[in-house]
């Protein structure tokens, strides 16, 4: 093993024993739906709808005329009646528990019914709230009903998005939420806002009836998208906020006064990336339309309610809520490759795909990226390494794209490397892993590890048929073993091989291993 793969090994290794972990990668849709899945898939919930259990809840339709409801955040997804009747109905789910490891998947729809229910209700059997959900990590709610209004109460959820389906009188309300990203999507007439803190917001709106009125909550990034004319929406622009307005048709002069948006905030600062809109200081108008709507929704949904603790039937009933987050598979791989950035380096996105991914980040100069290239090639946790894009951004920073190969098919699952003990591969392990694989038929005369760890050669006697089966099952069997030549002669054969893996897989690697391991 060469010095500089040894002091990567050693830098690699020492960042596990200390738990040295890279800065938190940038928060982006990608990275907060991935979250929200790894959080629903920590763990199985109770399935059983004729008492409002709801399992693994993803998807949500909400079908009410005339009602209010109230959603809350909790460690199960659950229903609770107030005063209506409700089912749940057309329940689907996905995922084989005799196939795959992952709790399965519940979309339900939740719709008025008739007759006695095992649901459990809150407050009195008079109170205005139709219903209560408790949700722990659903993603998407459908939602559809005349008149219906909506609390969502200091939920904090990863993601939130909602569709409104075409309904009239629809009025939605974010009580002091904490969200990572709120996605509102209308076709409705609808009135919505709220207080809270939100990381990515996004509105969009097919129906000139909606007004998406979020000036009240804090979000680092806004996005508005508008397929008709007259939705209205305002939003706040703060000192690091980054908002802008999309509509398709690119409408100059008049008609982009038919695309108001209203600002809390500097208008000047609203990007418009396509097309051309109408952005406007705040007034009184909207902000006493959102006070209105506050105090309607809020005056309806009446105090919160107390709520039962998790279940008995839960697979995990003292589950605490909000639940800690995984480590995402993006996030694995900064903390692991953290030791070999250069000083002055940083990353902020983890781009994943099938046996491979791209760090992307900022580095001091062209020089530190390549450097750092150079020692993942070297590292052992990749299979290889390459410099995709190097470019100064306005401030002069050098922004950098690195592609790599894992040694896995994803971050967090088996490596492709023989497990070992040890920080370098062994002729004595090689040998230990290659013989019962090529014998019986195959008399090994040589089995030899090259001294830079990168090569095995393999000599013996066989007849041709019998050398091209070992062979086979050498490429077959032993991934961690890429063929190179072979050459064969009257009951003789050679064979040279590229080693995988140059050093051992580390179990807290990007990749993992089964037995053995650094």
């Given at each position: ?24 990668l ?12 790894l ?46 009747t ?36 809150v ?10 959900l ?9 939602l559809?009903?005349d ?10 959820l ?68 508008a ?73 309806l ?21 909000p ?19 250069r ?24 020089v ?22 190097i ?35 062994t ?17 090994v ?5 090259t ?8 000599r ?8 091209r089966a ?6 077959t069997?032993l991934?961690?073993?890429e ?5 064969m ?25 089964e037995?053995?391991?650094?």
């Open positions: 093993m060469t010095p500089l793969r040894t002091f990567l090994a050693g830098a690699l290794l020492c960042a596990t024993t200390v738990h040295v972990t890279a800065a938190p940038d928060v982006t849709p990608d990275t907060l739906i991935e979250r929200a899945n959080l629903r898939d920590a763990r199985e919930r109770p399935w059983d709808p004729d008492t409002g259990l709801l399992g693994n809840l993803r998807n949500v339709h909400i079908v009410a005329n005339e009602c209010t409801v109230r959603v809350v955040s909790g460690p199960e997804n659950r229903l609770f009646l107030g005063s209506g409700f089912r749940v109905a057309d329940s689907t789910y996905s995922g084989d528990r005799q196939r795959s490891a992952k709790p399965r998947l519940y979309d339900v729809t939740i719709s008025a019914a008739t007759g006695a229910s095992a649901i459990p209700r407050g009195a059997d008079n109170a205005a709230v139709c219903f209560t408790q949700l722990a990590t659903a993603h998407e709610l459908l559809r009903g008149n219906l209004k909506l609390l969502f109460d200091r939920v904090d990863p993601v939130l998005r909602m569709y409104l389906n075409p309904s009239h009188g629809m009025k939605l309300w974010f009580h002091d939420v904490r969200l990572g990203l709120l996605s509102v999507q209308s076709n409705a007439t609808v009135v919505a806002g709220g207080t809270g803190e939100v990381q990515w917001l996004q509105l969009a709106s097919s129906q000139a009836s909606t007004a998406l009125l979020f000036h009240d909550m804090e979000a680092r990034h806004v996005g508005v998208t397929t008709t004319t007259r939705a209205r929406f305002s939003i706040r622009i703060g000192a690091d906020t980054e908002a802008g307005y999309y509509q398709p048709a690119r409408a100059p002069g008049r008609i982009a006064l038919e695309y108001p948006i209203w600002i809390d905030g500097p208008v000047a600062a609203l990007k418009v990336p396509a097309g051309r809109v109408n952005p406007m200081p705040m007034n009184d108008e909207i902000r006493n339309t959102t006070r209105t709507l506050r105090a309607e929704v809020l005056g949904a009446g105090p919160a309610p107390s709520l039962p603790a998790a279940s008995a039937g839960s697979a995990s009933p003292s589950a605490s809520w639940s800690p987050a995984p480590i995402s598979p993006r996030q694995r791989v900064a903390d692991v490759l953290q030791p070999l950035l000083p002055g380096m940083t990353v902020g996105k983890v781009d994943l795909w099938n046996g491979g991914g791209a760090l992307e980040g900022r580095a001091p100069d062209e530190a990226v390549r450097e750092f290239a150079r020692d993942l090639k070297q590292s052992g946790e990749v299979r290889s390494a390459q410099v995709a894009r470019q100064r951004n306005e401030s002069g920073v050098a922004e950098f794209r690195v592609m790599m190969n894992f040694l896995c098919a994803a971050p967090g699952e088996r490596s492709v490397c023989l497990p070992a003990a040890g920080s370098s591969y002729q004595q392990q090689i040998e230990a892993a290659l013989r019962p694989v090529l014998a019986p038929q195959v008399q005369a040589q089995i030899e590890l001294s830079d760890g990168t090569r095995v050669l393999v013996g006697r066989a007849s041709e048929a019998d050398a070992a062979l086979e099952r050498v490429r069997q991934p961690w073993l063929g190179s030549s072979s050459s002669g009257k009951d003789e054969f050679s064979a040279r091989f590229r080693m995988a893996c140059t050093v051992p897989p580390r179990s807290q690697g990007i990749c993992t291993t037995g053995g391991g650094r």
